[in-house]
């Protein structure tokens, strides 16, 4: 017996209803316009590892950043129907080059990546600073005072400070050399030196 012909009706309305299946289902996003984000300006240099990136993009792309020195891109915003988007990226010590581009919500379309962007991380200290060694006893009457003359290195980057009080620049020698007044009792004189980007030696990284 010959099946009869499905009317049409019913034929549309079940391409109809695959359609919309089709719509709410992963390819879904097909219809969601991806392009590339815009990335507001960074400093070239930072002492923080982590980054804060903002931006503007269409609505419902995914942000990603490719690190130059990684093989995986990281999500920095998901995809949300804000046109601003901001998102934190972790740096290593050094140069990081990156780009950043959009997706759609599933990942399967991508924009183009943006022109490249170089943020330098500069977390570390200069080297720890020295003291010369120098007579660990002078004799000074009490209430009396006499000027003594202390001397050490330090790292080129950093300049170097007594008591918090700077007593050489960051002027790229590594030699210093400071007149202090000695006073009768102990005369304790604490080193530290600091870089351009405020990363300091402490006494933890530099015991005395």
């Given at each position: 017996?010959?099946?009869?012909?499905?009317?049409?009706?019913?034929t549309?309305l079940?391409?109809?209803?695959?359609?919309?299946?089709?719509?709410?289902?992963?390819?879904?996003?097909t219809?969601?316009?991806?392009?590339?984000?815009?990335?507001?300006?960074?400093?070239?240099?930072?002492?923080?590892?982590?980054?804060?990136?903002?931006?503007?993009?269409?609505?419902?792309?995914?942000?990603?950043?490719?690190?130059?020195a990684?093989?995986?891109?990281?999500l920095?915003?998901?995809?949300?129907?804000?046109?601003?988007?901001?998102?934190?990226?972790?740096?290593?010590?050094?140069?990081n080059?990156?780009?950043?581009?959009a997706?759609?919500?599933d990942?399967?379309?991508?924009?183009?990546?943006?022109?490249?962007?170089?943020?330098?991380?500069?977390?570390?200290?200069?080297?720890?600073?020295?003291?010369?060694?120098?007579?660990?006893?002078?004799?000074v009457?009490?209430?009396?005072?006499?000027?003594?003359?202390l001397?050490g290195?330090?790292?080129?980057?950093?300049?170097?400070?007594?008591?918090?009080?700077?007593?050489?620049?960051?002027?790229?020698?590594?030699?210093?050399?400071?007149?202090?007044?000695?006073?009768?009792?102990?005369?304790?004189?604490?080193?530290?030196?600091?870089?351009?980007?405020?990363?300091?030696?402490d006494?933890?990284?530099?015991?005395a």
């Amino acid at each position: 017996m010959r099946a009869s012909p499905m009317p049409i009706a019913l034929t549309l309305l079940l391409t109809l209803i695959g359609l919309l299946q089709t719509g709410c289902g992963k390819g879904g996003s097909t219809k969601i316009e991806v392009t590339l984000p815009t990335v507001e300006s960074v400093p070239p240099r930072t002492r923080v590892p982590e980054v804060i990136l903002t931006g503007t993009r269409t609505p419902k792309n995914a942000i990603w950043a490719q690190l130059k020195a990684h093989p995986n891109p990281v999500l920095v915003a998901p995809a949300v129907k804000n046109k601003r988007w901001s998102g934190a990226l972790t740096l290593e010590e050094g140069v990081n080059t990156f780009v950043v581009f959009a997706s759609d919500p599933d990942n399967v379309r991508f924009s183009q990546p943006s022109p490249e962007v170089q943020i330098e991380l500069d977390s570390t200290p200069p080297v720890c600073p020295t003291l010369t060694a120098h007579p660990g006893t002078v004799k000074v009457a009490v209430g009396e005072s006499i000027p003594f003359t202390l001397s050490g290195t330090k790292g080129s980057d950093g300049d170097l400070a007594l008591n918090g009080e700077e007593v050489a620049p960051r002027d790229g020698q590594t030699t210093w050399s400071a007149a202090v007044t000695l006073t009768s009792g102990a005369n304790p004189f604490p080193l530290r030196s600091t870089d351009d980007m405020g990363n300091s030696t402490d006494a933890t990284r530099c015991p005395a």
